[in-house]
């Protein structure tokens, strides 16, 4: 037991609370396995739940209409922080099945696996490599299957997506987080393409799906993903005379019952090939995507849909909650729409969020037309929020938000005579209301007034959160006596002293090889649209004919405060992407991703983006992202592009008028 734990349970204990279950495992830690996987940096289980911090969710934006009831969840920010508020969500009872059983029935995940991974296809489609290897990269994982785990159902089941570079590792691990005993397959996706002559290895032609169920009674739901029989080859794999009715129908004669007893029946070799072959663990019918598959939405790793929903079907009914924490193109968020499941998809890209914000606005299109109609959902923030909405919040909503946003327990008190709002590791918390006292500040004062008050009965520590133009000093804490005060500012992230861990944002990539790179993001931030100056116009490249359109970023300069070092490019240093909708509907007010240029090759082309004068509509919507997750919007008219050679003139703070509209809309 940590001492901060040995705190937290007196003061449970001296204010008479109910103590929860999760404290057994505290007070009394199981015995260590039999063998375990150790390495440096290994977290214990109960540390890992209790500090990571539960990000509150805030909406941007409702799709498909407004209704009451469950909304289908796109989350954009890091999902083990996500995944902390899914927990609490599950535990208040928000997180339910159509039946009514809380959790998450299904997690597919497909984590980022490779180094170098190559494709098969052109050079663009080497898709990643990770930054996160040996250690480091099996406690990302590790973290985040102890959340999946506490976020599945009773019955629920996951799969883990692996090939042959990390599979072995991640094994022990889910042995380890979900039981030995839970252990259900390893699935082998055996998929054919191109044969490469080497003499150093085999070729590798398989990825691995790890399949755990939460526990024994978890099923499969096998009806649902037979394979059809080819009836030729069922016919000769009966082994038996096949007899024809005067109708022509063809039949053999089965058996049923014990040896001792068996009773022979007629059964028609229809029924035999309808039927269907029971699905073993060793899946080669699916195919590999292709970089010309109508089904590729020009997001790297993508996976076919036929994969995931033969996983979706077998592991999940009508209504049920199926969730993918590293979202990617969004191939679980469709299977999940068109089977008719509630689903939740998380991922820390903003490639990924709008990749999978076009493919769920077509998927009316892609699955029947105007018959099928897709459920709502809504897209949130976690860990970055536009702070301008959260300054419109009743007080009461407000000061809610600031208690989760630090992780802190909402527990109203007294302790000498001053009010609090709530409980940080047993330590009173008071969130400030700078509103309420006309704008007043947070001074050295004020804290002295509290201490005089209250003094040793705050305990070491007390937490005061507010704005962060609210508090007149810069000091981390004041020391009085032998109490110390932190301060908890917002919008900045977290305390070093408290957490151990400079904030780190939720870093974009600048070029394709670094779209899945993993990423451990602790803390939040506040939205700060990046100031954005550009210049728009036609030129032709050396020796071509056909003219082309092109947006040049002259300045792109990100406002988010960090402790992290940027490699120096010029002014436009935090560029990360430039995403484009080449004809943007302004009555639909929805971005539908057509293209994507990254920092890295626009910074080759000398800060340019440039791109076919054909594919220009009536209007361009082009979002420039930042290495942080800000985004700068402008809508710029066709015939903004007309000038050859002459780019029209620079223009300033459109962006920042954009994305502000664009908060606050719903669908």
Known sequence: MTPDQREKLIHLLQAGEEISPEWA????????????????????????????????????????????????????????????RLLEMKKAGELCNADGSPGVRLVYIDPPFATMKEFHGSEDQKAYQDKIIGAQFIEFMRKRLILLRELLADDGAIYVHLDW????????????????????????????????????????????LLFYAKSPMTRIRMDQVVIPYDRDERLKGLRRKVHTDEDGREWVWETRGQAAGQEAYKRYVDDIVEQGKPLSDVWSDLQFLRGNHPERTGY????????????????????????????????????????????????????????????LLNLKEEVGGEKFSTAPYTLYNAGLYDFSRLRELPWEEWRRFALTLFGCREEKHTRGGIQFDGTLKACPVQVFDYRQHGGAMVTEETLGSIHEAA??????????????????????????????????RIPYSIIHELHQKDFMALKQPIDELAVNDTVDAVGFDFIRTPDLEYKTGRCRRSGELLEEAFISIERFHSEAVVREPVKKRGNRETLSMVMLDYDYNVEEDVFSLDDVFYAGEIEAANWRVQFPVERLGQRVMAVFVDIYGNEARVLIPAGEFAATERPSRARKGRAVKAVQQDAVRKS
């Not at 289908?72 to 920010?77: A, E, R, V, Y």
């Open 300 to 359: 790297p790793t993508q996976k076919p849909a036929a994969l995931v929903e033969r996983v979706v079907k077998a592991s999940s009914a009508l209504g049920d909650i199926v969730l993918d924490a590293f979202a990617g193109s969004g191939t679980t968020c469709a299977v999940a729409e068109k089977l008719g499941r509630r689903w939740i998809g998380i991922d820390c890209g903003k490639l990924a969020v709008y990749t999978i914000q076009k493919r």
């Open 25 to 84: 495992r505290v007070m009394f830690p199981p015995e260590k396995r039999e063998y375990e996987l150790v390495y440096h940096g290994k977290e214990r289980e109960e540390d890992i739940i209790a500090n990571t911090i539960a990000v509150p969710l805030q909406p941007v934006r409702s799709f498909n209409g407004q209704s009451e009831g469950w909304h289908n969840k796109l989350i954009f920010g890091d999902n083990l922080q996500t995944m902390k």
């Open 165 to 208: 570079k990390k599979v072995h590792y991640i094994k022990v691990v889910m042995d380890e987080v979900f039981g030995q005993n839970n252990f259900r397959n390893d699935i082998t996706w055996h998929y054919p393409g191109r044969e490469m002559h080497i003499s150093s290895k085999f070729n590798a032609k398989h990825d691995t």
């Open 455 to 488: 003094g040793s009965r705050i305990g070491s520590r007390m937490f005061i959160i507010a704005p962060a133009l609210a508090f007149d000093f810069q000091q981390d804490y004041i020391q009085l006596g032998d109490v110390r005060y932190y301060a908890l």
